[in-house]
């Protein structure tokens, strides 16, 4: 089945410690996302990729990096200087459409 | 930058009842999206709204493309259970291809037994 992919479902982040979300599309499209979302609240978006090796900050970048090697894939660091990592981190991506989104990974700190 | 603001925040209501909420801008969007979420899992797409006064059903729900272009509408007839989620409205901020969106604040629908 085409989709989005994202992985783990669950992560915990030590003090100190940076982790890496996976997010993986079979769709073909060109343009990848990655979205916070804080409880009872909307999406902001982080960084976003329209073609492989390139991307651009969004609103609330700081913090996070990001790498776009292959078409199908987009992998966001949560790095330690990211004081509040705590959140739903959500990845999606289109092409000249709607975007369609992964089910999130869950990332604690422990 | 551009804003969506999103009424009611949230919603309690009888199974079976119709439910209308909406969508407004500062500024003119050329696309209205809508999406709903159920917990712990990411925003499925419901409609998509390209022309203004444009009117469009999917199933038991439906939406509007406001005319002034700032503002969208959806509705849903006759909930059932499996409607319970919060729908967020969503907009792109340029010419809509592979740009951003802007997403509103969302409205939490809950069903009371």
């Known amino acids: 089945d085409g989709g989005i992919t994202q992985s783990p479902k669950y992560l915990f982040r030590k003090e100190g410690q940076n982790v890496t979300l996976s997010c993986e599309q079979n769709?073909?499209?060109?343009?990848m996302y990655w979205y916070r979302q804080d409880p009872g609240q909307g999406l902001r978006l982080i960084y976003y990729?329209?073609?492989?090796?390139?991307?651009q900050k969004g609103d609330i970048a700081e913090g996070y990096s990001v790498s776009r090697e292959k078409k199908e894939s987009f992998p966001l660091t949560v790095t330690s200087a990211q004081k509040n990592p705590t959140a739903f981190y959500l990845c999606a991506s289109s092409i000249r459409g709607p975007q369609h989104f992964g089910d999130g990974t869950r990332l604690s700190i422990l | 930058g551009q804003q969506l603001n999103q009424s009611p925040q949230s919603m309690f209501i009888q199974e079976g009842e119709d439910v209308s909420m909406n969508c407004t801008s500062s500024s003119i969007f050329n696309t209205w999206l809508w999406y709903k979420q159920d917990p712990g899992e990411g925003p499925v797409l419901l409609i998509a709204l390209y022309k203004a006064g444009e009117l469009t059903s999917n199933g038991r729900l439906t939406a509007q493309f406001g005319i002034t272009r700032k503002d969208s509408f959806l509705n849903i007839s006759a909930s059932i259970p499996s409607d319970v989620g919060i729908y967020f409205c969503?907009?792109?901020?340029?010419?809509?291809?592979?740009?951003?969106?802007?997403f509103g604040t969302g409205t939490r629908l809950t069903i009371i037994p």
């Open positions: 990729s329209q073609i492989v090796n390139d991307f």
């Open positions: 769709l073909n499209h060109d343009a």
């Open positions: 969503a907009g792109p901020t340029s010419n809509f291809g592979n740009e951003k969106l802007t």
